[in-house]
C-alpha cells in the first residue's frame, strides 16, 4: 500500500522533487483530465491562466479520440492486418490507447514513481525509496529463469520448437486484457499521497540504436519503440530510460522516424506491461479443452483440463507477436525489470536480423587505462625519454581550462585538486615534494599530497595513494591513453560485466620470506653479478657481456624476461634458471624494484629479518618495514584452499570506464571502407 502522509505534508517537497518538476507534471496530468498532486499554497499561480488551454487541447483530444501518434498507428496497422480477419474475435482488434501521459523528456519517469511528500513508496509489486542519486527501485520479483516464460504468437512466422506457440485469436484477447488494467494497477505512485490518486497509462518511446555509424561508410540507424505501462508500474520506464535515453513526444513530426528514413530502420516494436495477466484462465482467453488440443497445444500446456487453470500456471511470462513486416510487440505479465531490457534488447536484435549487414550481441567492453606501481620516487623522462610534449604545448591545449601559478605549474579552473606539471618534474615520495628545473634554470617546487592528480604534458597521470590494507604510501602512475577492450558474442554468465570491473578485490597482500638470511643474499648477490651476454642460442646475439640486473638501463619487465625460461635461451641458461628457487626470484624482482643506483653494491643493508629467540627470522624487512608482495586469487583448488599467483613488483589495478554491457550493436566494416 503508499505511504501514508500527514496533512502538511502536501506543502513540502522532499529530495530531488524538484517545484518545476512537480508543476509541469501537474499540468500534463492536467492535459490528460486526471488529477495532480497538491501544490503548495501560492505556489500554482499560473492554473488559472492555462486552464483554457488545457481545456482547448481535451477538446481537441475528444475530437480526435481515434487519432493515434504515428508510431502508435503503425502498430494498430499491425493488429488490423493479423488480427481483423479472426472470426473468433468478433471483428473486434483491440486498440492501443490513444490518451496515455506521455514522458516527453528524460526525468519524468522518476519523478512520477515517488510521491513528492513522501521518500518512499511501496505496492504489492515493488518498493521505491528517494536516496542521493535520485530514486531505487527494489521489484519484488528479481527472477533469474527463463524456462516457460517466452511465448510467441502463431502469426505466419515460424514459431521456435523451444518456445510455446500462442493462437492469434488467444493473443488478441491478452492484448485486451492488458490494455484494461484494474484502477489499482493505473495509479500513480505520483499521487499516491493525493487526496485523488491520478489513475492513467504512461508512455516512453525509445529510439534504440541498431547499426552504429561509421563515417564514410553508413550512418547511425535506429528502430523506434514504444512502452505502455499502467501507472503503478512506472519505475520499468524509469529504469529503461536510463538505459536507452528518451526519444521524445511521438506526436510531434521530428520525433517520427518514417520522416527520417535514413536513420530509421524500418522496423517498429512495443511492449506493454500488464503484471494482471497471470489472474486470466486458459478457459476464458479461448484455449481448447485437452480433448481438442493438438499434440504442440497438450505439450505447450495451451489448453485446459479443468475450467479453472491459469493462463501458464499463474507464472509470470512474455507474449511476442511479429511479422516480416518488421513490427514486433510484446506483453509481459511481470514487474522485472530485466524482462523489460531483454525484450527491446531482443526487438533490436529483431531489427538487426531483418536489415542485415549488422548485429545485436550480448556483449560488454570497457576503457581500460594501465595503471603502475611506481614506488617511492618516479620521473618519467628518465623511463621515457621519447616523450616530447612540452609544457607550453600542454598549456597552449588546456587554453583558459589550467590557471598558470607563479612556480611554472597550473591547476585546473573547474577540478582545484588537478594539477599540470612539467615533463621533468620528480616526485620524491618520502620528501613529499615535485620538483623540477624551469626554464631560466632555476629549481622549482610544490608540495606533493594525497588526494591530487599530477598530470605531465604527455598526459601521464601521477597520484600519491595508500592501499585499503594500511601498507605505506605508494606514487601510482596511470597511462594516458586507454585501450579499448571488446567482450564480443558473450552467453549470459560470460563475464560481461566483469571486464569492467576492477580486480582489486581479487588482490591481496603477504610478506616475503627468506630461508637463511645470509645464504639466500648470496645467491642473489651470484644472480646480480653473473654475465647474460651469452644466453641466446643463436649466435647472432650473444655479446660478451650484458646489462647488469640492477642497470638504469634495464626495466623491471626486462628482468622479469631475463629470468624466465625461454626457447630463445640456450640449454644450459635454461637449466640453469630452473635452478633458482621460486621465492629467491621473487626477491631479485622485488630488489630491481626498490633499488636506487646510489646504492652502489651496498644494497643488504636496506634489507632485514627480525632476530626471534637469538636466531634469525624469516619475515624480510626492507627499510625497517615488513617486505610485502601482492598476489592474485584465482579460483579454488580441489582441496578448497585459494588458487594464487604473485604479481609484478610494480603491479597495480587498472583504471577502466564501462563503455557497454550486454546490448551492443554493431557492424563488420571492410577496411578499405574505413
Request: glycine share 6%.
Amino acid at each position: 500500500m503508499p505511504v501514508s502522509s500527514s496533512p502538511n505534508q502536501a506543502n513540502t517537497y522532499h529530495g530531488d522533487a524538484e517545484p518545476q518538476l512537480v508543476a509541469y507534471l501537474n499540468l500534463k496530468l492536467r492535459e490528460i483530465a486526471q488529477p495532480g498532486f497538491p501544490a503548495p499554497v501560492g505556489s500554482d499561480t499560473l492554473a488559472p491562466l492555462v486552464d483554457h488551454f488545457l481545456a482547448l487541447s481535451r477538446e481537441k483530444d475528444r475530437a480526435l479520440a481515434r487519432h493515434l501518434c504515428p508510431i502508435d498507428q503503425r502498430l494498430q496497422n499491425f493488429l488490423y492486418d493479423n488480427l481483423d480477419d479472426r472470426p473468433d474475435l468478433q471483428g473486434e482488434v483491440p486498440r492501443l490507447p490513444a490518451t496515455t501521459l506521455v514522458l516527453d523528456r528524460p526525468g519524468l519517469a522518476r519523478g512520477l514513481s515517488i510521491p513528492p511528500d513522501a521518500d518512499e513508496h511501496r505496492s504489492d509489486i515493488l518498493s521505491s525509496h528517494r536516496v542521493r542519486q535520485g530514486v531505487l527501485h527494489n521489484p519484488r520479483a528479481d527472477r533469474r529463469t527463463t524456462q516457460g516464460i517466452f511465448h510467441i504468437a502463431d502469426f505466419g512466422v515460424p514459431v521456435p520448437d523451444d518456445k510455446k506457440a500462442v493462437p492469434p485469436a488467444v493473443f488478441g484477447r491478452l492484448l485486451r486484457h492488458a490494455l484494461n488494467p484494474p484502477p489499482e494497477l493505473l495509479r500513480l505512485p505520483f499521487t499516491a499521497t493525493a487526496p485523488a490518486p491520478a489513475e492513467c497509462f504512461v508512455t516512453l518511446h525509445l529510439r534504440p540504436v541498431v547499426t552504429p555509424e561509421v563515417p564514410g561508410f553508413t550512418p547511425l540507424r535506429s528502430m523506434e519503440t514504444r512502452l505502455f505501462a499502467p501507472g503503478a508500474l512506472v519505475a520499468n520506464l524509469d529504469f529503461l530510460e536510463r538505459i536507452f535515453g528518451n526519444a521524445g513526444d511521438p506526436h510531434l513530426p521530428e520525433n517520427d522516424a518514417a520522416l527520417d528514413p535514413a536513420h530509421w530502420t524500418g522496423h517498429s516494436g512495443c511492449v506493454i506491461l500488464a503484471t494482471h495477466l497471470v489472474t486470466l484462465t486458459k478457459r476464458e482467453l479461448g484455449l481448447p479443452p485437452w480433448d481438442h488440443a493438438t499434440p504442440r497445444q497438450r505439450r505447450d500446456g495451451m489448453c485446459w483440463q479443468t475450467p479453472e487453470e491459469l493462463y501458464n500456471d499463474g507464472v509470470a511470462f512474455k507474449l511476442t507477436a511479429r511479422d516480416t513486416s518488421g513490427v514486433m510487440m510484446t506483453l509481459i505479465a511481470d514487474n522485472y525489470f530485466g524482462y523489460c531490457k531483454k525484450e527491446v534488447k531482443a526487438q533490436i536484435s529483431f531489427a538487426a536480423n531483418l536489415l542485415g549487414q549488422c548485429e545485436e550481441e550480448h556483449a560488454g567492453g570497457a576503457i581500460v587505462f594501465p595503471c603502475y606501481d611506481l614506488g617511492e620516487d618516479f620521473q618519467l623522462a628518465r623511463h621515457l625519454a621519447i616523450v616530447n610534449h612540452t609544457f607550453p604545448e600542454a598549456l597552449a591545449l588546456l587554453g583558459e581550462r589550467a590557471e598558470l601559478q607563479p612556480a611554472g605549474w597550473a591547476r585546473d579552473r573547474r577540478y582545484p585538486n588537478i594539477c599540470y606539471v612539467p615533463r621533468d618534474a620528480f616526485f620524491a615520495l618520502r620528501a613529499q615534494t615535485i620538483t623540477w628545473t624551469d626554464a631560466a634554470g632555476v629549481r622549482q617546487s610544490i608540495k606533493l599530497l594525497p588526494r591530487h592528480t599530477y598530470v605531465l604534458p604527455s598526459g601521464y597521470k601521477v597520484e600519491m595513494v595508500r592501499p585499503e590494507d594500511g601498507r605505506r604510501w605508494r606514487l601510482r602512475g596511470t597511462t594516458a591513453e586507454g585501450l579499448l577492450c571488446h567482450k564480443p558474442s558473450t552467453v549470459s554468465g560470460g563475464g560481461k560485466s566483469e571486464i569492467s570491473k576492477s580486480i582489486a578485490d581479487a588482490i591481496f597482500t603477504a610478506p616475503n620470506f627468506v630461508s637463511d638470511p645470509a645464504r639466500d643474499f648470496d645467491v642473489i648477490d651470484a644472480i646480480l653479478k653473473r654475465e647474460y651476454g651469452p644466453r641466446f642460442r643463436d649466435p647472432a646475439f650473444r655479446k660478451p657481456d650484458g646489462r647488469p640486473v640492477l642497470s638504469p638501463e634495464r626495466s623491471l619487465g626486462s628482468v622479469v624476461k631475463l629470468l624466465s625460461q625461454s626457447p630463445d635461451y640456450n640449454d644450459e641458461y635454461n637449466d640453469w634458471l630452473g635452478t633458482i628457487p621460486r621465492y629467491i626470484r621473487d626477491l631479485v624482482l622485488l630488489l630491481k624494484r626498490v633499488y636506487k643506483p646510489e646504492w652502489g653494491d651496498d644494497w643488504r643493508k636496506y634489507f632485514t629479518v627480525d632476530t626471534i629467540n637469538g636466531r634469525p627470522g624469516n619475515e624480510l624487512k626492507f627499510m625497517g618495514e615488513k617486505a610485502m608482495t601482492h598476489f592474485l586469487r584465482v579460483g579454488f583448488t580441489p582441496d578448497g584452499g585459494w588458487r594464487t599467483f604473485s604479481l609484478r613488483k610494480d603491479f597495480h589495478p587498472a583504471v577502466k570506464i564501462q563503455v557497454e554491457d550486454d546490448i551492443t550493436a554493431s557492424i563488420v566494416v571492410p577496411a578499405r571502407g574505413l
